[in-house]
């Protein structure tokens, strides 16, 4: 299910560099989501906005986001109701977004080979075993092993889900070494926000691209989002 979510900003009209896990724990705690959803950011065309270094400033009191849902069983007129009435109050700038409007969008119409926009930056992580733990980075697209582990994120979830629901997906390293990745247009854009703890934060890149795979892990990504952190916000793409 594909959803665009307007809300009304009231008592202020600021909001957090992080505002993504207040809408989060919205989607989460109102739907009863655990996993295999993503949303967009604040989509521009919905709003004027401006960022600054301690919180973004809305030039309307109305703004958007696309939600995606991989959930077939989900009623729309339920997911209305559940909603409207929880409020995302944002502590750091006093600033309630109220639910004013969810309309459905149109299902994706994909084949093995697609242009993708993303609506908010994807994660990508790489470990590296440390004497004292394991580090963990960030890669950007120009990575040399960035196609691989894009794949291996998407086959993996993709797995697990089928897994779940009683079904087996078989796949090898032949099969990912099929699978295509090429950045188109600009330059890949680097967002970060903190979401995990004090100090800590995540970071992902914002780009267009083709994907040559499976179409069934292609729509699973467009539903549940590419890469990493999707409950936060991360990963939510759309067909160019």
Not at 231 to 237: E, K, N, T
Request: net charge positive.
């Amino acid at each position: 299910m594909n959803l665009l979510i307007t809300f009304e900003a009231r008592n202020g009209k600021n909001l957090p560099l992080n505002y993504q896990i207040a809408i989060s724990k919205w989607l989460k705690e109102g739907i009863g989501l655990s996993e295999n959803f993503t949303f967009s950011n604040i989509l521009l065309e919905s709003t004027l906005m401006k960022a600054t270094p301690v919180n973004i400033n809305l030039m309307s009191r109305h703004l958007s986001i696309q939600a995606s849902l991989f959930h077939q069983n989900l009623d729309l007129e339920s997911i209305k109701n559940t909603l409207a009435p929880q409020e995302i109050h944002l502590n750091e700038t006093n600033t309630t977004l109220s639910l004013k409007e969810i309309t459905p969008l149109p299902e994706f119409s994909v084949d093995g080979k697609v242009q993708l926009v993303g609506l908010s930056p994807i994660i990508i992580t790489q470990s590296e075993k440390k004497k004292k733990g394991k580090l963990v980075r960030y890669i950007a697209p120009d990575h040399p092993d960035y196609a691989h582990l894009f794949f291996k994120s998407l086959i993996r979830r993709y797995a697990q889900n089928e897994l779940e629901n009683g079904r087996k997906f078989y796949y090898n390293a032949k099969s990912i070494a099929s699978m295509k990745l090429n950045v188109l247009g600009k330059i890949p854009k680097k967002k970060s926000i903190q979401a995990l703890g004090p100090g800590e934060k995540i970071s992902g890149y914002q780009f267009e691209f083709e994907i040559e795979a499976p179409s069934e892990l292609v729509k699973f990504g467009l539903k549940a989002g590419f890469g990493e952190f999707n409950q936060l916000g991360f990963g939510c793409c759309a067909v160019a």
